[in-house]
């Protein structure tokens, strides 16, 4: 008996150094900042936050050449900021409602390849990405409160690129309204919100067209509504590109 707790009592002590070792590590104190930028509008490429939305892609190099990669959101206005990276050589790329900057043959070799190598140190290190978003979605006005408490916003959208690999069919719009600044495909009220499906090339007809849209329902009076309009193709994982983000107050 006594063995056997002399022998728990030394694999406890082993494991206890062993973990005082492994965690005595510097704790992340790298930044990375940056943003995507639209190549054609010189505006940052608006997006949604989490899931559906750009994120950026870092692969650490300094130790493999076939790393696990790791992945973080942009914020809505398509900026990007992350606090809490180790010091390293990193690959860097983004993901989104945009043409790849990483395309592949049929061979699955790399044809284009528009990733950037950074130094992380501790401290801010910035690097912007120029891209081509399937589609440019912008307001033509801004949105109006009508008198019915709905809202009606009016718009266009073109396409982003010149690329006819990259010109899919335009699928849908959507007009989002929250009472919250955070509104897209996974942030909105759907009781005041409105999306506009198109039928195979239907949607390309409206290409460059003002396109007017006005929420569902009636808003209720004395507070402000967060509005927004995405539009996508048919391209891949279907993302939205957007609008900024526009601010109404009703009385």
Same mark, same amino acid.
């Given at each position: %008996?006594?063995?056997?707790?002399?022998?728990? +009592?030394?694999?406890?002590?082993?494991?206890? %150094?062993?973990?005082?070792?492994?965690?005595?590590?510097?704790?992340?104190?790298?930044?990375?900042?940056?943003?995507?930028? /639209?190549?054609?509008?010189?505006?940052?490429?608006?997006?949604?936050?989490?899931?559906?939305?750009?994120?950026?892609?870092?692969?650490?190099?300094?130790?493999?050449?076939?790393?696990?990669?790791?992945?973080?959101? +942009? %914020? &809505?206005?398509?900026?990007?900021?992350?606090?809490?990276?180790?010091?390293?050589?990193? !690959?860097?790329?983004?993901?989104?409602?945009?043409?790849?900057?990483?395309?592949?043959?049929?061979?699955?070799?790399?044809?284009?390849?528009?990733?950037?190598?950074? &130094?992380?140190?501790?401290?801010?290190?910035? =690097?912007?990405?120029?891209?081509?978003?399937?589609?440019?979605?912008?307001?033509?006005?801004?949105?109006?409160?009508?008198?019915?408490?709905?809202?009606?916003?009016?718009? #266009?959208?073109? !396409?982003?690129?010149?690329?006819?690999?990259?010109?899919?069919?335009?699928? /849908?719009?959507?007009?989002?309204?929250?009472?919250?600044?955070?509104?897209?495909?996974?942030?909105? /009220?759907?009781?005041?919100?409105?999306?506009?499906?198109?039928?195979?090339?239907?949607?390309?007809?409206?290409?460059? &067209?003002? =396109?007017?849209?006005?929420?569902?329902?009636?808003?209720?009076? #004395?507070?402000?509504?967060?509005?927004?309009?995405?539009? !996508?193709?048919?391209?891949?994982? #279907? &993302?939205?590109?957007?609008?900024? =983000? #526009?601010? =109404?107050?009703?009385?």
């Amino acid at each position: %008996m006594k063995k056997l707790l002399y022998y728990a +009592a030394f694999i406890l002590a082993t494991v206890s %150094m062993s973990c005082s070792k492994l965690d005595n590590y510097p704790a992340p104190g790298a930044t990375l900042t940056g943003s995507v930028v /639209d190549a054609g509008g010189k505006n940052t490429v608006q997006t949604e936050t989490g899931g559906g939305g750009t994120r950026i892609k870092l692969e650490e190099i300094s130790w493999s050449d076939n790393p696990t990669p790791l992945y973080f959101n +942009a %914020m &809505q206005d398509g900026s990007f900021n992350n606090t809490k990276l180790f010091a390293g050589t990193d !690959r860097v790329s983004v993901e989104g409602a945009f043409v790849p900057l990483v395309q592949y043959d049929a061979n699955g070799t790399i044809v284009v390849d528009k990733r950037q190598t950074v &130094q992380l140190a501790n401290g801010d290190t910035h =690097i912007d990405f120029s891209v081509e978003p399937f589609l440019r979605v912008e307001w033509v006005s801004n949105p109006v409160l009508n008198a019915d408490s709905t809202i009606t916003v009016q718009l #266009k959208f073109t !396409r982003g690129t010149s690329n006819p690999a990259f010109q899919n069919d335009v699928s /849908d719009v959507f007009l989002y309204l929250n009472t919250v600044p955070y509104v897209g495909n996974n942030n909105y /009220d759907n009781r005041y919100s409105r999306q506009v499906n198109y039928s195979g090339a239907a949607g390309n007809a409206l290409l460059g &067209q003002t =396109i007017t849209l006005t929420t569902p329902g009636k808003l209720p009076p #004395k507070r402000s509504y967060w509005l927004r309009v995405g539009a !996508r193709t048919t391209y891949g994982l #279907k &993302q939205y590109n957007y609008t900024d =983000i #526009k601010t =109404i107050a009703a009385p």
